[in-house]
T-cell receptor, first 115, second 111 residues
Framework: NAGVTQTPKFRVLKTGQSMTLLCAQDMNHEYMYWYRQDPGMGLRLIHYSVGEGTTAKGEVPDGYNVSRLKKQNFLLGLESAAPSQTSVYFC??????????????FGPGTRLTVT | DAKTTQPPSMDCAEGRAANLPCNHSTISGNEYVYWYRQIHSQGPQYIIHGLKNNETNEMASLIITEDRKSSTLILPHATLRDTAVYYCIVRIRGGSEKLVFGKGTKLTVNP
């Protein structure tokens, strides 16, 4: 049981390049999330999904797109990277049912630098 | 979701209890108090949550005041591995389960 995994762990992009971050979970969770964390700050929600085929905007969605084609995977895309998107990106998942939904499980993070 | 206020940093001696306070004076009746922590560079980790009763698990205890306007997370015997940023989050349980993270409290456990 790997929990929540993220690919890649590190990436350096040039301004204007695109990339996709992959999040995978093997806990059969309904809900999945993408957060970003800037230095000295708490996490901020980018997008989230409450089930396969559904996505919704979080607090800071601009410049990002997401897809949830399979229940176990949640992809975060940057179409045209900007230096302001330099950050650590965390994926998380949770059951989504009231009784079991209090805990979010987080991945190890992806460190992205945009030059 | 209600806003929370935490001290930016605290120190604790190894082996002693660490008491981390959180103010949430605007909490509503159906909002829970959650605690997560983030050890350096890692993803946040769930610790405990509660509504109005005190709660205890293998990691920590959560004490919520009777008026629910504040709470305290207690690590009974802090170790060096407990050095982390601790986040107090208040939110309604259910729905999209979104968490709103503040800046948290940086707890340093000293040998």
């Amino acid at each position: 049981n790997a929990g929540v995994t993220q690919t890649p762990k590190f990436r350096v992009l040039k301004t204007g390049q695109s990339m996709t971050l992959l999040c995978a979970q093997d806990m059969n969770h309904e809900y999945m999330y993408w957060y970003r964390q800037d230095p000295g700050m708490g996490l901020r929600l980018i997008h989230y999904s409450v089930g396969e085929g559904t996505t919704a905007k979080g607090e800071v969605p601009d410049g990002y797109n997401v897809s949830r084609l399979k229940k176990q995977n949640f992809l975060l895309g940057l179409e045209s990277a900007a230096p302001s998107q330099t950050s650590v990106y965390f994926c998380a998942s949770s059951y989504g049912l009231a009784e079991f939904s209090y805990e979010q499980y987080f991945g190890p993070g992806t460190r992205l630098t945009v030059t | 979701d209600a806003k929370t206020t935490q001290p930016p940093s605290m120190d604790c001696a190894e082996g002693r209890a660490a008491n981390l306070p959180c103010n949430h004076s605007t909490i509503s009746g159906n909002e829970y108090v959650y605690w997560y922590r983030q050890i350096h560079s890692q993803g946040p980790q769930y610790i405990i949550h509660g509504l109005k009763n005190n709660e205890t698990n293998e990691m920590a205890s959560l004490i919520i005041t009777e008026d629910r306007k504040s709470s305290t997370l207690i690590l009974p015997h802090a170790t060096l591995r407990d050095t982390a940023v601790y986040y107090c989050i208040v939110r309604i349980r259910g729905g999209s389960e979104k968490l709103v993270f503040g800046k948290g409290t940086k707890l340093t456990v000293n040998p």
